[in-house]
Structures are given as structure tokens and as C-alpha cells.
Nanobody
Framework: QVQLVESGGGLVQAGGSLRLSCAASGRAISSYFMGWLRQAPGKEREFVAG????GVPTYADSAKGRFTISRDNTVYLQMNNLKPEDTAVYFC???????????YGQGTQVTVSS
């Protein structure tokens, strides 16, 4: 069983930064693909960034150049130059293969004010 616990969300002004963390636990978790999705009010859940077990990152176009994903025993999402359209609930995900989402965290709210 994999457990994912996010932290680090909050309220920030446009142009500011936040770092999300996801504490991951479970058997062989270091071999899992890890990532972040987000869901804004009234919109579908969307992929933000992911990282393979050996550290290869993947980003959505909306995140490129502003967000950085990294991992050790925790998965991080450093978000810079935040925009109001980044406002959403951010979910940590883990999967047994690249871009698979087998497990979800409970989510953490990010609100960017203009």
C-alpha cells in the first residue's frame, strides 16, 4: 500500500513562489513514477509535472520554465512566478510505470491572488 501526504500549499500573490512536498511511503516506492496533478474549480484534473524513478522530469507546457520537480524520499514541486491561473488543488500521484497514476494524495490548495 502506498501512502502520499502533501504539504506546502497556501495563498500567495502573483509572481510569488511556493514549494509543495509529498511524503511518500510504501513498498518499493523509490521505483515508482511520481508526479503532480491539479484541479481548478469547474475544470478537469490536469497533469502538471512528473519524475521517473531515476530522476527524469516531464512537464506540462503550462509548467515549463516556472516549475521544477525533484525527488529524494519526498517529491517536491518548486513553483515560481505563480499566476492566478495556477490556483487549484494540487495532488501528488504515484504509479508503477511512467505516467501511470495508481495512487493519489488528499490534495493541497494553492491560491494565487492577482
Amino acid at each position: 500500500q502506498v501512502q502520499l501526504v502533501e504539504s506546502g500549499g497556501g495563498l500567495v500573490q502573483a509572481g510569488g513562489s511556493l514549494r509543495l512536498s509529498c511524503a511518500a511511503s510504501g513498498r518499493a516506492i523509490s521505483s515508482y513514477f511520481m508526479g503532480w496533478l491539479r484541479q481548478a474549480p469547474g475544470k478537469e484534473r490536469e497533469f502538471v509535472a512528473g519524475i521517473s524513478w531515476n530522476g527524469v522530469p516531464t512537464y506540462a507546457d503550462s509548467a515549463k520554465g516556472r516549475f521544477t520537480i525533484s525527488r529524494d524520499n519526498t517529491v517536491y514541486l518548486q513553483m515560481n512566478n505563480l499566476k492566478p491561473e495556477d490556483t487549484a488543488v494540487y495532488f501528488c500521484v504515484a504509479g508503477r510505470a511512467t505516467m501511470r497514476m495508481d495512487y493519489y494524495g488528499q490534495g493541497t490548495q494553492v491560491t494565487v491572488s492577482s
